[in-house]
């Protein structure tokens, strides 16, 4: 068992080529105004449809994400999101004996050897139930929402504007803030047109704005 705090992780595997030039000629089919297309027509264009709230082109662009370290606490509020493709680490075919865990940055520095103990505790307790020979996908019962996972999440820019304008809202819980602000500022630095209009407080976005 492992902490596994401050290691969170957001890797850009895939993402559509020349977006902005494909949406710009899907937007442009529902208009059959081909004839505007130039070198630099499509940020006008892109920005002119998010205005209007003709955002269904934009589902024509995909980028694909891997997260790493991060809590099941994390996960299972980020794959409620249905319009996208998920495929995470399983507690049923992966051994979770010596799970490494996230650290809430909301507990008291007071409290974190007692956090520790719990956590120790719970890893104990699996330990023991997969001894008496219950299956990894029964002893995951006592494992805890912090455990750490793994997971490649692939969806359009549409669902991905979604997506971020949710959860980096200051209500929205503190580690899948920090997830969706990382996955938007990869979003805006490769297709800055179609996530530009997005704004998120500089308290999440650090130095990188």
């Given at each position: ?13 895939a ?20 004839d ?91 330990k ?20 750490t ?61």
């Amino acid at each position: 068992m492992t902490e596994n705090n401050n290691q969170l992780k957001v890797t850009l595997l895939a993402i559509t080529p020349d977006a902005e030039k494909l949406i710009e000629e899907a937007g442009r089919t529902c208009y059959l105004s081909f004839d505007k297309i130039g070198a630099n027509s499509a940020s006008d264009f892109i920005q002119r449809l998010i205005k209007m709230g003709h955002d269904s082109p934009l589902e024509h662009a995909c980028a694909t994400f891997r997260i790493e370290n991060c809590s099941r606490a994390m996960t299972h509020q980020l794959v409620r999101h249905r319009l996208m493709s998920v495929s995470q680490q399983s507690q049923r075919y992966v051994d979770e004996k010596n799970f490494s865990f996230v650290i809430p940055q909301t507990l008291p520095a007071k409290d974190v050897d007692e956090f520790l103990a719990d956590m120790e505790t719970i890893r104990q307790m699996y330990k023991k139930w997969r001894e008496k020979g219950l299956k990894r996908e029964d002893a995951r019962f006592v494992l805890p929402n912090a455990c750490t996972s793994e997971l490649v999440i692939t969806a359009n820019f549409r669902e991905w504007r979604h997506i971020i304008k949710i959860r980096t809202s200051p209500k929205a819980q503190w580690e899948i803030r920090i997830v969706c602000t990382e996955i938007f500022k990869i979003l805006k630095k490769h297709s800055p047109d179609c996530f530009s209009d997005i704004q998120i407080g500089k308290e999440h976005l650090g130095d990188s704005q």
